[in-house]
């Protein structure tokens, strides 16, 4: 089978996702913790709830990816994909989630004991090692049944996209309303497992698959389409946008503080409509920067180790700024806002551009090609 044509842009699609979802965890002391009314906490939030479309987005482009590469079992290689998965996502996220643990033993002064050992494997189990590391719990979810979405859906989502993109949106909507609104807190056994896990199970996520998966297939359709449609499919965006981020803002007047900000992550059903518009928008722009911008093209590369390492840079970075600079540095300044994400995206891709000049780099950032400071040489994979 000849290997289809390369999606480009899919590169700076990964880097703008990539640094939203650091400047979520580099903005969420500023949302919550900042002095209440204070510019930063404005500011804070905006950034915190801006990109929230990251993840959505980076589960759109996986979907996007198996299902442009794998549309029939015959061009599903079952050993060959788990063994790729296994050795380039797997073990370097069994090493991460060992060094989150050490981190965070360390930093808490907490004695390594056989039973918080018992604890690492089950944090290893279900994503649990640190709040990032969930998102491989879930992609791996996904691999597992993708021989049966190929086999059962993939024929379907060529001939009939549009009733698979609506039944996968209800689907998931349904879910995630439930999960937001209505699931009961007190709930025991079976339903009490799914009220406690929900939120990181493909039922949560399989529309965002799922639609990625019917881009990937209707790819240029899909392109020729957004470029038609761009002006009508930019004013949504916008309008989505105001409505999304202005629900926070809402909510924090009414109730007169930050009581429930924390209802306000990535797992809300607004999310769903929010990403759909980014994405689309995210495809339109960054098909303008190909052959550009370099530098975020190599961010998009080294994506995958960027994701694992930002939540210890950034950590390091806090603690150290606001530990030696505590009157220059804290949550409630405004120009600490710049300071720590500015830092965070500066110093987590240097961290990561060294990691990925070493022959042994799919250990921690998976299957990347050897960077070369100066030069990115792409013939150069593992």
């Not at 900042?34 to 993840?55: T, V």
């Not at 296994?86 to 033993?105: A, D, G, Q």
């Not at 609506?166 to 439930?178: G, H, P, R, W």
């Not at 503080?257 to 209802?263: A, E, K």
Request: net charge positive; glycine share 8%; aromatic share 20%.
């Amino acid at each position: 089978m000849a290997r289809r044509e390369e999606i480009k842009e899919l590169y700076y699609i990964r880097a703008i996702a990539a640094i939203g979802i650091l400047i979520i965890h580099a903005s969420g002391g500023f949302a919550v913790y900042s002095q209440y009314g204070s510019k930063a906490m404005y500011l804070g939030i905006f950034l915190n709830q801006f990109f929230r479309f990251g993840s959505p987005i980076f589960m759109m482009v996986s979907g996007l990816v198996l299902f442009y590469n794998y549309r029939s079992k015959d061009e599903f290689d079952t050993k060959r994909f788990y063994k790729k998965k296994v050795k380039f996502i797997l073990v370097p996220y069994i090493i991460w989630s060992v060094i989150y643990f050490l981190h965070t033993s360390y930093i808490n002064e907490i004695p390594i004991t056989g039973r918080r050992l018992i604890g690492l494997g089950r944090g290893i189990l279900l994503g649990e090692s640190f709040s990032h590391l969930y998102f491989i719990f879930l992609i791996f979810q996904f691999y597992i049944v993708l021989p049966l979405l190929i086999k059962y859906l993939a024929k379907p989502m060529k001939e009939r996209p549009f009733m698979v993109f609506s039944l996968s949106f209800l689907f998931q909507c349904i879910v995630l309303i439930y999960g937001y609104y209505l699931k009961n807190p007190n709930a025991t056994g079976i339903i009490g497992i799914f009220n406690l896990y929900y939120w990181k199970t493909l039922f949560s996520w399989c529309f965002y698959f799922i639609a990625g998966g019917l881009i990937g297939i209707h790819y240029n359709e899909t392109v020729n389409y957004i470029e038609e449609n761009i002006s009508k499919i930019f004013l949504g965006y916008i309008i989505v946008t105001g409505l999304y981020i202005g629900q926070v803002y809402i909510n924090i007047w009414v109730n007169d503080g930050r009581h429930f900000y924390d209802r306000f992550g990535s797992i809300r059903p607004q999310t769903m409509i929010y990403a759909i518009f980014s994405m689309l928008v995210l495809i339109w722009l960054t098909r303008k920067m190909v052959g550009k911008y370099n530098r975020l093209r190599n961010f998009g590369t080294y994506s995958f180790g960027v994701y694992f390492s930002h939540p210890l840079v950034l950590e390091i970075l806090k603690r150290n700024l606001m530990g030696y600079l505590p009157n220059h540095i804290g949550f409630s300044r405004l120009s600490s806002i710049a300071i720590i994400c500015g830092l965070g995206l500066v110093l987590t891709f240097i961290f990561v551009l060294l990691i990925g000049t070493s022959e042994n780099r799919w250990i921690l950032i998976g299957k990347v090609p050897k960077y070369k400071f100066g030069k990115l040489r792409k013939e150069e994979y593992v």
